[in-house]
């Protein structure tokens, strides 16, 4: 797992700047009803998608809150007095909130189905009847692009997905929430080219290749041989789901 207080400096241009997250936060509004008042951001990261929902529409109340401090330092300089630090699993927030409520990528990062099961609840109990829950599924997925840099990964050990499009749904539906749409986007600037994955081997991007071990060198051996080490693959396309709450 990567430390995100660690990350959280040069976190934006390693993942596509503004062109990933001005198409993120398209894709999300999307999704999001034009009635919507207040729009809550689960784990906003940096606030770089965050501050464009407050842009992309006049009178839309943004509030973000993330757990890693030094995120949540440079959220709050782009939505000055609206973000908090907070564990999404325990959101400080009162029932039935916000119109929408957001959670991009973020539910691939937790350990475990109980932790996705206490977000998509805590998401939903702050949601207003009427609103809607937008989140990313199918994350480490989004990556696998059909190139050589993926024929090589397909080798590694599988981990667990928190994500998977099915079991989101199935936790949303616990909690009451109905299917209310999905949009897809592409990840601008997140082509991996071999020598940038194997710089993220080594800084802890794959869970199941802990930096230093032998196994992960062997993958980084491999990735090195591949040619055009410089040359970014196609981007990841990322896929959102929507989710209602009944009047």
């Known amino acids: 797992m990567l430390d995100y207080d660690e990350e959280a400096a040069h ?35 940096t606030g770089i998608v965050t501050r464009r929902f407050a842009a992309a529409r006049g009178g ?11 995120m949540t330092r440079m959220a709050a300089v782009r939505l000055p007095g609206a973000v908090v630090r907070a564990d999404s699993r325990r959101l400080p927030f009162a ?18 189905p109980e932790d996705v099961r206490a977000v998509v609840g805590e998401c939903a109990r702050v949601l207003r009847p009427g609103g809607v829950y937008v989140t990313t599924v ?12 993926d024929a090589v990964l397909a080798a590694r050990p599988r981990s667990p997905v928190p994500d998977a499009a099915d079991a989101v749904a199935a936790r949303a539906a616990e909690h009451g929430l109905l299917p209310a ?7 601008h600037g997140q082509g991996r080219s071999p020598r940038r994955t194997i710089a993220d081997l080594r ?3 794959f869970v199941t290749l802990p930096p230093g071990e032998p196994i992960a060198e062997r993958f980084a051996a ?5 040619p055009d080490q410089d040359r970014p693959r196609p981007d990841p396309v990322f896929t959102l789901r929507a989710f209602r709450k009944p009047l």
């Open 95 to 112: 029932d039935a909130r916000f119109d929408a409520v957001v959670s991009v990528w973020l539910l691939h990062l937790l350990p475990g």
């Open 222 to 226: 491999r990735l090195a041989e591949l």
């Open 11 to 45: 976190y934006d241009a390693l993942r596509g700047g503004e062109p990933r997250a001005g198409a993120a936060a398209a894709a999300v509004l999307d999704l999001v009803p034009e009635q919507a008042r207040d729009l809550l951001d689960v784990a906003c990261g």
């Open 181 to 187: 749409g999905q949009a897809r986007f592409r990840g």
């Open 138 to 149: 199918d994350k480490g997925a989004s990556h696998n692009v059909g190139s050589d840099i």
């Open 203 to 205: 800084r802890g991007w």
């Open 60 to 70: 839309l109340r943004v509030t973000g809150a993330d757990l890693a401090p030094a």
